[in-house]
């Protein structure tokens, strides 16, 4: 909440022409409205969302989550914060060019307020909001994500228009870790990204930010995420994790479980950033080939009370997959590695076809396929080729048995 209020105090420093110096600061930022979370289910989860995958706000936190996003993507997002302040996002994502293209717009904005003059009169009402409008893409390379997004950054402040550039990079790469329960087939991530990196508003730079996190999956129904966030407002910044108040290190930790994927409950605990704790749940269900996730969070502020949030997400599958699906389409993957590992690719194919069958959203399934197609037409073009070397005699003889 200590964002929003610098937010707030932000529109009206700028309308008078000064500047905002945090106390003990040595840098300030403009365009404060950056630093505030968007997506329900990582607001549930503390916020801890750099190394998170499968979600369209994962390009909030690091541009290079929108590559693992399976199908099309439509999101939107409100919240309610202090002061009747309010924070809106609709976001879409859809696969292009290999990959997946996202298009989000944030607003935050107030109710407009009387504009007081020095002698305590009310001469007019102040018109307030800012916002970013960022277009996004990320790739899968097999061995890890990138991603990069590019945003249009705006401000009004009464009469006041200002705007900016920035733009985010990112990083993210999936990893087999041990775990004693059925887990997923990468279980743990870790991402990296910088953020904000652009031109000032007005005389002030933006929030840069740097992002690492890591997300682990015990199970299928349980993972745990851990992210630590510094400013980039000065270079100093870079060594410095407690001076000043817009330079602060901070550290975000949140967890969640899901039943049958119909049911998430969610926790989450952010340091040195007021120490507040959030809470989240969210609903799946489908209509179709439609699957709609219904999220939600809450965090207590011990000065302005609670704070809420909700989120609405529709995903377009060509195909609705069952928990029973699921079960059968990794039954069928696993047999198909163990006959690639055993070079009988035949098998491995059928398999891994079967596996589609169940679950066309298998992790990479169609690129398996084609892998192992295109070993086998090497073979047997290899074995063409030796077939063609090897003496003309040998080949009629081989000829003349067939016929016999």
């Not at 420093?13 to 403009?30: D, H, K, P, Q």
């Not at 996190?213 to 270079?235: H, V």
Request: aromatic fraction near 14%; include cysteine; proline fraction near 3%.
């Amino acid at each position: 909440m200590l964002k929003v209020i610098k937010l707030i105090a932000s529109s009206m420093i700028i309308l008078s022409n000064t500047c905002l110096f945090a106390a003990g600061s040595v840098g300030t930022s403009s365009a404060e409205f950056l630093e505030l979370g968007v997506g329900s289910r990582a607001l549930g989860m503390g916020e801890a969302y750099t190394a998170e995958t499968n979600d369209i706000n994962t390009m909030y936190y690091n541009p290079a989550g929108l590559g693992t996003l399976k199908y099309p993507v439509l999101s939107l997002f409100h919240q309610e914060l202090i002061e009747d302040s309010r924070l809106e996002n609709i976001g879409i994502a859809f696969p292009m060019l290999g990959g997946n293209i996202g298009i989000i717009n944030t607003l935050f904005w107030v109710p407009s307020f009387d504009k007081i003059d020095a002698n305590g009169i009310k001469t007019g009402e102040v018109t307030y909001y800012t916002g970013n409008t960022t277009v996004g893409y990320g790739y899968d390379f097999e061995l890890f994500y990138l991603g990069l997004s590019a945003k249009y950054i705006y401000q009004r402040v009464n009469t006041l228009f200002l705007n900016s550039f920035a733009v985010d990079f990112g990083f993210l790469k999936g990893f087999n870790m041990y775990s004693p329960f059925d887990a997923p087939v990468k279980n743990f991530h870790i991402g990296i990204s910088i953020l904000n990196l652009g031109t000032k508003v007005k005389n002030d730079p933006l929030p840069r930010m740097l992002r690492l996190g890591m997300s682990y999956k015990l199970t299928k129904w349980f993972g745990f995420n851990l992210d630590a966030t510094e400013n980039l407002i000065n270079i100093s910044d870079i060594y410095d994790f407690t001076h000043g108040f817009n330079e602060s290190f901070r550290l975000n930790m949140g967890a969640e479980i899901t039943y049958l994927d119909i049911i998430s409950l969610r926790g989450g605990y952010q340091f040195n950033n007021g120490n507040t704790y959030t809470l989240g749940l969210g609903f799946n269900f489908v209509i179709k080939n439609v699957t709609f996730t219904i999220d939600s969070s809450f965090s207590e502020n011990k000065v302005f009370g609670p704070v809420y949030s909700f989120n609405v997400t529709f995903k377009l599958i060509p195909k609705v997959v069952t928990v029973d699906d699921i079960k059968d389409a990794d039954y069928h993957y696993n047999k198909g590695i163990k006959s690639y590992v055993a070079d009988d690719m035949e098998s491995a194919l059928k398999e891994f076809k079967t596996t589609r069958d169940y679950n066309p959203y298998h992790k990479k399934i169609d690129r398996k396929i084609k892998d192992i197609e295109e070993i086998m037409k090497l073979k047997k073009d290899n074995e063409w080729d030796e077939r063609k070397k090897e003496p003309e005699d040998k080949r009629k003889g081989d000829k003349k048995i067939d016929n016999d």
